[in-house]
C-alpha cells in the first residue's frame, strides 16, 4: 500500500533554532503532500497544502516565513520550522494521497520540543 | 464549508462490548469517508475507507457504514479489546486533492 515516510519522530531544540521535517512517499508520486498540526487533546490542524514544483498554500494564521515548505521533488516534501519558540512545539504531521478516490495516507508525526 | 461532527467526544467501555462511534458531516456531497485511528504521541493509522457508492465496509472486528443522505457514518467495534483503546477520527476529503476535514474525533478507553 501507499506509505509516506516521516522523520525525524523527535526532536528536541533550543529556542531560535530551526528544525527540518521530512516527508518522503515511498511507493508512489504525491504531487500534493497536506502539513497538519495537532496540539494536546485536540484536534489536526491544516498548515499548508504543497504542490510538487510550486509555492505552497497556508492556511490563515498560519506564517508562511516560520513555517517553510519546499516540495521539490514527487517523493520529497519538508517543513522547516525557522526560529522556533516553544509555543511551536507541537505534533506535526504529512498526509498524502495515492490516487484519485484513493484514501489518504498519513507519515508517523514529528513530535517537536522547543526548549 | 464542510464540518465533521463526532459523538460521543469520550467512551470507557469494559472489556467485550460492542459499541458504536457516530460521524455526521454537513455537506453530503463527498466521494468516500475514511476512518482512522490515532494512539497518544502517535500519527494516524487508516481503519476503513468508504467509497461514496458504498454503504458499509468491514476488517475484522470493525464495521463502517455510510449514510450519504443523511450525512451520517458510523464505526460498529465487535467485541472490544484493551488494544482498542485509543482516539478514533472520521474524515471527509473535499473535491479534487483537498486535504480532509476531520472531526474532533472519540477517545475510547477499553478496560480490562
Known amino acids: 500500500g501507499a506509505v509516506v515516510s516521516q522523520h525525524p519522530s523527535r526532536v528536541i531544540c533550543k529556542s531560535g533554532t530551526s528544525v527540518k521535517i521530512e516527508c518522503r512517499s515511498l511507493?508512489?508520486?504525491?504531487?500534493?503532500m497536506f502539513w497538519y498540526r495537532q496540539f494536546p487533546k485536540q484536534s489536526l490542524m491544516l498548515m499548508a497544502t504543497?504542490?510538487?514544483?510550486?509555492?505552497?498554500?497556508?492556511e490563515q494564521g498560519v506564517e508562511k516565513d516560520k513555517f517553510l515548505i519546499n516540495h521539490a521533488s514527487l517523493t520529497l516534501s519538508t517543513l522547516t520550522v525557522t526560529s522556533a519558540h516553544p509555543e511551536d512545539s507541537s505534533f506535526y504531521i504529512c498526509?498524502?494521497?495515492?490516487?484519485?478516490?484513493?484514501?489518504?495516507?498519513f507519515g508517523s508525526g514529528t513530535r517537536l520540543t522547543v526548549v | 464549508k464542510q464540518e465533521v461532527t463526532q459523538i460521543p467526544a469520550a467512551l470507557s467501555v469494559p472489556e467485550g462490548e460492542n459499541l458504536v462511534l457516530n460521524c455526521s458531516f454537513t455537506?453530503?456531497?463527498?466521494?468516500?469517508l475514511q476512518w482512522f485511528r490515532q494512539d497518544p504521541g502517535k500519527g494516524l493509522t487508516s481503519l476503513l475507507l468508504?467509497?461514496?457508492?458504498?454503504r458499509e465496509q468491514t476488517s475484522g472486528r470493525l464495521n463502517a457504514s455510510l449514510d450519504k443522505s443523511s450525512g451520517r457514518s458510523t464505526l460498529y467495534i465487535a467485541a472490544s479489546q484493551p488494544g482498542d483503546s485509543a482516539t478514533y477520527l472520521c474524515?471527509?476529503?473535499?473535491?479534487?486533492?483537498?486535504?480532509?476535514?476531520f472531526g474532533k474525533g472519540t477517545r475510547l478507553s477499553v478496560i480490562a
Open positions: 498526509s498524502a494521497r495515492f490516487r484519485d478516490n484513493y484514501g489518504y495516507t
Open positions: 511507493d508512489f508520486q504525491a504531487t500534493t
Open positions: 504543497s504542490n510538487e514544483g510550486s509555492k505552497a498554500t497556508y
Open positions: 455537506d453530503s456531497a463527498i466521494y468516500n
Open positions: 468508504i467509497q461514496s457508492s458504498q
Open positions: 474524515a471527509v476529503p473535499g473535491s479534487g486533492n483537498t486535504p480532509l476535514v
